[in-house]
C-alpha cells in the first residue's frame, strides 16, 4: 500500500518534483514558498536520481537557467512568490516564445510591491492573461490542497512537454505552508539522453547523427514568419483550450446560485456552502482548476440553469472577468474578495450571498 | 468525529509544534488532518498561532472562524480567541501572564500550569507536551498512544531516547486536568 505522509504543500512539491523525475530546479528562496529549496536541499537528489538543485543568484537567473535546461529538452523548473515571479517574467515570455516546456510555482502573497508574506490571489491576472510581453498563454493549474500541489507536478510537467509551452502551478501562501495527508507518485526514472533526443527532436542537446543543427530562440525579425510563429501558438492555444479544462464541481445539481473560487479559497467556500445547505439555500461551487484554459464553456450552461454567480477571490475582482465573459450577461455575476492577505472566514462567504442575492437573506 | 482546535501563544512557546504533534498523533489513527500555522516573523517573538482540524470525513475549509477547543497560552491569544470558542466548547488557558481571566460561562472554561508543571520536569521545552496533554485530558479525540507512535515516526533516531521524557510530560499534563 502507499504511504500516507503528512507535509507542507511546499514540500510536497519538492518531493513530488523528485518522484517525477525532474532534471533540474533552479530557485531563489521567498517566503510563503521558501520549502520548496530547503526540501530539495535536505533530500539531496543531486545524490539519487541526478537532479540538480541550484540556489541561482536571483529570479532573473533561475528563470534563464531554466530556459537554459529547457532548450536542451530536459524537464526543469522553478519556484517564487508574487515579486519573485514578476521579477520572471521576461524570461517566461521567451519560454512561451521559444516553445519551450517548462514548471513554474507561484506561491502567492499579497502585493503590490512587496506586500505582504500572507496568502493572495492577486496574480491571477498576470498568470492567466500573459504576464510578460507578446501574445501568449501558460497553462495555468489551481491547487486546493497539499495532494494536488504533489500530483500538479507530474501533470504540469506532462502538459507543457505535450504541448511544448511552459505551465504553471498557482497556489496560495494557504496551500504551500499548510500540512495535509498526501500520497506522493512512485519514483520514476530521469530520462536518458537518448529518451530525450528520440521525444524532444527539437531540444539543442548536441547535434549527434541528425542532419541538422536545433537552434532554440525567440527572435525572428522577419514580420512574415513572425506571424507564421504567432499563429501557431495561438493554434497550439486552441487545442489546449478544446482538451485541457479541468474544474470540480460541488452541489451544482440542483443550484440556484453558483459560488465560483479556485485554489484554497474554494475550500472555504465549500464549508460555507455546506452550512448554507443545512439551511436549505440550494448554492453550488464550481473550481477551475485550470484557470487557463478557463472552464468557460461549462461555467455557460450553468448560467442557464442559476439565478446569480459569486465569485470569492482573494483579490479585488479578477477572475470575475473571465466568469463575466462567460456568462455574457445571462445572470448578475458579483465579486468578493479579501486582500493584503486577509483571508475570508465561512461566515463572510455567506454574508457576501446574501448581501448581494436577496433570496439569500436568512 | 470531527474536532477544529486553534493553538495560540507568543511564537517558541512550542505553539506549532504542538498542533503538528496533534497533527501527526491524528494520522497514526487514520484521520483527516490539516494543520493550518500562522507563519512569518511572528514565529519568533510575536503572536503565533496554528489552526488543526481532525475529522473522519474530508475536511472543507482549513482556516475557520469558530473553534471547538482553544488552547491560549498568553493575554492576546485569550482576548483574540475566547470569543471563538462555539458554545459548549472548551478552552485551557496557562494563567501565568494572564491578568484578565476568561469570562464565559457557556464554555467549558480549564486553567492548566504548565509553566510550573514544566518547571518542576526541570525541562522548559516540555512545556508543550504538558498542554497536550492537558488538551487530550479534556477532548481525547487521539489516544497518547497515538502521540507516541507520531513522535516515533517523526522524530530523527537520535532524539527518540527523549519520547520517554514527552510521555512523561503528557502525562503530568492530563494528570493536572485529572486534579480538578
Not at chain 1, 523548473?77 to 516553445?99: C, D, F
Not at chain 1, 527572435?219 to 507564421?228: H, Y
Not at chain 1, 465573459?325 to 446574501?354: Q, T
Amino acid at each position: 500500500m502507499e504511504e500516507v505522509k503528512l507535509m507542507k504543500g511546499n514540500e510536497a512539491i519538492a518531493h513530488a518534483a523528485i518522484r517525477y523525475g525532474a532534471d533540474g530546479y533552479f530557485g531563489y528562496p521567498i517566503t510563503p514558498q521558501s520549502e520548496v529549496l530547503e526540501t530539495l536541499a535536505e533530500l539531496r537528489p543531486w545524490e539519487t536520481t541526478g537532479m540538480v538543485v541550484l540556489q541561482a543568484e536571483s529570479e532573473v537567473a533561475a528563470i534563464n537557467m531554466v530556459y537554459g535546461g529547457a532548450a536542451t529538452g530536459r524537464a526543469v523548473m522553478t519556484s517564487s512568490s508574487s515579486p519573485g515571479v514578476s521579477l520572471k517574467q521576461e524570461g517566461i515570455s521567451y519560454l512561451a516564445a521559444s516553445e519551450l516546456p517548462a514548471l513554474i510555482l507561484n506561491v502567492m502573497r499579497g502585493g503590490p510591491g512587496l506586500g505582504t508574506i500572507q496568502p493572495s490571489q492577486a496574480d491571477y491576472f498576470q498568470a492567466t492573461k500573459g504576464g510578460g510581453h507578446g501574445d501568449y498563454h501558460l497553462i495555468v493549474l489551481a491547487p486546493a490542497s497539499v495532494q494536488e500541489m504533489a500530483d500538479f507536478v507530474a501533470l504540469g510537467f506532462d502538459l507543457s512537454f505535450k504541448y511544448r509551452t511552459p505551465a504553471m502551478i498557482l497556489a496560495d501562501g494557504i496551500v504551500g505552508q499548510m500540512m495535509e495527508k498526501v500520497i506522493l507518485p512512485e519514483q520514476r526514472p530521469r530520462r536518458t539522453d537518448e529518451e530525450v533526443r528520440a521525444q524532444c527532436p527539437w531540444a539543442a542537446c548536441g547535434r549527434g547523427n541528425r542532419d541538422h543543427k536545433n537552434v532554440v530562440t525567440s527572435l525572428e525579425l522577419d514580420s512574415a514568419k513572425m506571424e507564421v510563429n504567432n499563429e501557431r501558438f495561438q493554434a497550439t492555444y486552441r487545442r489546449i483550450e478544446e482538451n485541457e479544462v479541468r474544474y470540480q464541481e460541488y452541489f451544482t445539481d440542483d443550484a440556484d446560485y453558483l459560488v465560483v473560487a479556485f485554489g484554497s479559497i474554494a475550500r472555504i467556500c465549500l464549508k460555507a456552502i455546506e452550512d448554507a445547505r443545512a439551511k436549505g439555500l440550494k448554492i453550488g461551487l464550481l473550481r477551475p482548476i485550470t484557470l487557463w484554459p478557463f472552464p468557460t464553456t461549462r461555467i455557460a450552461e450553468l448560467s442557464k440553469q442559476v439565478k446569480g454567480m459569486l465569485t470569492v477571490e482573494l483579490n479585488a475582482g479578477q477572475m470575475v472577468e473571465d466568469v463575466r465573459l462567460a456568462v455574457e450577461g445571462a445572470v448578475p455575476v458579483r465579486h468578493f474578495g479579501r486582500m493584503g492577505g486577509m483571508i475570508p472566514n465561512p461566515v463572510e462567504i455567506l454574508d457576501a450571498l446574501a448581501s448581494n442575492f436577496d433570496e439569500l437573506k436568512l | 468525529m470531527k474536532e477544529e482546535i486553534v493553538i495560540a501563544g507568543f511564537g517558541g512557546q512550542g505553539v506549532l509544534s504542538m498542533g503538528k504533534i496533534l497533527a501527526y498523533a491524528g494520522l497514526m489513527d487514520n484521520l483527516e488532518v490539516t494543520w493550518m500555522p500562522s507563519y512569518g516573523p511572528e514565529q519568533r517573538g510575536g503572536t503565533a498561532n496554528v489552526t488543526v482540524i481532525l475529522s473522519d470525513a474530508p475536511i472543507s475549509s482549513p482556516v475557520l472562524d469558530s473553534y471547538d477547543t482553544a488552547v491560549v497560552l498568553n493575554q492576546q491569544s485569550l482576548d483574540k480567541f475566547e470569543a471563538k470558542v462555539k458554545p459548549g466548547g472548551t478552552l485551557i488557558y496557562d494563567p501565568s501572564g494572564i491578568h484578565r481571566l476568561p469570562g464565559r460561562t457557556d464554555i467549558t472554561v480549564v486553567s492548566v500550569d504548565a509553566m510550573t508543571a514544566a518547571i518542576e520536569l526541570q525541562n522548559s521545552k516540555t512545556y508543550n507536551m504538558i498542554l497536550l496533554g492537558a488538551l487530550l485530558a479534556c477532548r481525547p479525540v487521539v489516544g497518547i498512544d497515538a502521540v507516541l507512535r507520531g513522535l516515533k515516526k517523526t522524530l530523527p533516531e537520535r532524539h527518540h531516547h527523549l519520547i520517554p521524557l514527552n510521555e512523561q510530560a503528557l502525562r503530568k499534563g492530563m494528570g493536572l486536568v485529572g486534579d480538578k
